[in-house]
């Protein structure tokens, strides 16, 4: 089993960052970890996601303004978000595949004002 719990997430002025982070009940050595996010009455998507290996991948409505990074020795992954746009509002989610499973954390929301 695997806990995760986000923190980070609140109310930000379009253009503005935040720093989401994600931190695990065990070791993410060996784990491929991704951040989600599900806006206001729409279904969960894929922000962005990080191998064991460090190789990132991205949804393309947030290339160029997010980045995804793990911190292995504090059981932790992090989502910079620079630049963000309105359409950026939503809980976002910390998501861990391991050993054949998934788990998510509870969300932090997040909310960008125009």
């Known amino acids: 089993q695997v806990q995760l719990a986000e923190s980070g997430g609140g109310l930000v002025q379009a253009g503005g960052s935040l720093r989401l982070s994600c931190a695990a009940s065990?070791?993410?050595?060996?784990?491929?970890m991704s951040w989600y996010r599900q806006p206001p009455g729409k279904q969960r998507e894929l922000v962005a996601g990080?191998?064991?290996?460090?190789?990132?991948n991205y949804a393309d409505s947030v290339k160029g303004r997010f980045s995804i990074s793990r911190d292995s020795a504090k059981n932790t992954v992090f989502l910079q978000m620079n630049n963000m746009k309105p359409d950026d509002t939503a809980v976002y989610y910390c998501y861990a595949r391991w050993l054949g499973s998934g788990y998510w954390g509870q969300g932090t929301q997040v909310t960008v004002s125009s």
């Open positions: 065990r070791s993410i050595g060996n784990m491929f």
């Open positions: 990080i191998s064991t290996s460090g190789m990132t």
